[in-house]
């Protein structure tokens, strides 16, 4: 699996909805997700502790638009899937950057760690000759 | 008057729980409400103190610096009150202490009194009934992201019931005092106030009982505690409307508390 790609996010979802922790902690989620990984995004739709839609998004292009994005470079994304920089360091310094409407962000703050640590521990990250 | 408030560890079902110590006597033991910690009695203990009392006040589990029981808040008042039950054991071992507590606390005195009707000398419960139940809507909020203003309600939930006008310090501090506990236990506290329901065990009990709301707390009718009194048989129980208090009764007006308290321990020969 090539990261990033839309086999990685459809991995992603998948794991995410065998996640108790992520059913818990996204129980009364109701916001749409766009994932920004350098120039590539994917969008996500979160319902009730499940992701019950993804795509590929384009700008302009999705009439539903999103609530928040969870994003940064390539570099960044690939520092915290290969465990070298602890998330909530990531998150706090704006490496991963969580922008939007941050009510709702805020609102699902757990849900966005989940999010994250179920991504570092699929082990998937762009090869760059390393 | 001098009685120095003490903090003590202990553990009770295999759980560290906290609980603060004041004066030398007869065990008195105060429950605190949901959603509050042992903060709350910390005018009131001094005064009981002074009657003759050494005051045990704990941090239910889940509650500031008490961990919950495997991890998880009890739902169910009778837990609570087998918790209690065990508190007791621990920390009063072979004595048969007055227990007192206000809302939910004030239900794990009625249940322990029909539980463990030889256990206890006499039973203080205020702002609670043989059978309650209020705030239905909180149980689906157990996880943060579910009500971000969560604090807000329970800086105004604890308070809104006070008899106004109130000192506004102490309408401060009843704050402070609700802002200790996890939003978890706080759900957690309204399902068992909600699931607490002794009316059939009333009968089993042999102590002395002293039920006593303010007549501003909403949050339970005044004609619910008028008819416990009278279920409970024998002429063992008495109290009604505290005039001039509101659901912190123990915050609001502790001088008046504790004389009502000392005051009916002594009629019913307990002091």
Redesign the interface.
């Known amino acids: 699996m090539k990261f990033p790609s839309l086999d990685f996010a459809r991995s992603l979802e998948i794991q995410l909805n065998e996640s108790k922790h992520f059913a818990?902690?996204?129980?009364?989620?109701d916001v749409k997700v766009l994932l920004s990984f350098g120039e590539q995004q994917y969008w996500m739709k979160l319902y009730r502790g499940k992701v019950i839609d993804l795509m590929e998004y384009h700008p302009m292009s999705n009439p539903l638009g999103w609530d928040y994005v969870i994003g940064g470079s390539i570099d960044n994304w690939n520092d915290l899937l290969k465990g070298l920089r602890p998330i909530g360091h990531m998150l706090d310094t704006g490496s991963i950057k969580v922008d939007g409407n941050l009510?709702q962000a805020?609102?699902?703050?757990?849900?966005t760690h989940v999010i994250l640590n179920i991504m570092r521990s699929m082990k998937v990250y762009e090869k760059r000759g390393d | 008057m001098s009685h120095e408030i003490t903090g003590r560890y202990a553990t009770v079902q295999n759980t560290r729980v906290y609980y603060d110590v004041c004066g030398e006597g007869i065990p008195l033991v105060c429950i605190h409400m949901g959603w509050a910690c042992s903060l709350q009695w910390h005018h009131f203990m001094p005064l009981m103190a002074e009657a003759g009392f050494k005051v045990i006040a704990p941090d239910l589990p889940g509650h500031a610096k008490s961990l919950p029981v495997n991890w998880t808040p009890f739902k169910k008042m009778h837990d609570y009150a087998e918790w209690v039950w065990n508190f007791i054991e621990t920390v009063c071992p072979g004595e048969k202490p007055v227990v007192c507590g206000s809302g939910i606390g004030g239900d794990m005195t009625l249940d322990l009194a029909c539980n463990h009707p030889k256990g206890i000398s006499a039973g203080m419960a205020f702002e609670s009934a043989a059978k309650t139940g209020s705030i239905s809507f909180l149980s689906n909020y157990t996880e943060p992201h579910t009500f971000p203003g969560f604090s807000s309600l329970v800086d105004n939930a604890s308070t809104s019931a006070m008899y106004y006008p109130c000192d506004e310090t102490k309408v401060l501090e009843s704050k402070w005092q609700h802002r200790c506990t996890y939003q978890a236990t706080c759900v957690a506290d309204m399902d068992a106030w909600n699931d607490h329901d002794v009316t059939d065990k009333l009968s089993n009990i042999e102590c002395p009982v002293f039920l006593y709301k303010g007549e501003a707390d909403y949050h339970i009718p005044d004609q619910d505690v008028i008819d416990t009194i009278a279920a409970i048989p024998n002429g063992l129980a008495e109290g009604g409307i505290a005039q001039g208090m509101g659901h912190l009764i123990m915050m609001e007006q502790p001088e008046k508390l504790a004389e009502a308290c000392t005051s009916f321990l002594k009629r019913r020969k307990v002091i």
Do not use: C
């Not at chain 1, 818990?24 to 989620?29: G, I, V």
């Not at chain 1, 805020?106 to 849900?111: P, V």
């Open positions: 818990e902690a996204s129980a009364w989620s009510l805020n609102r699902m703050y757990e849900s």
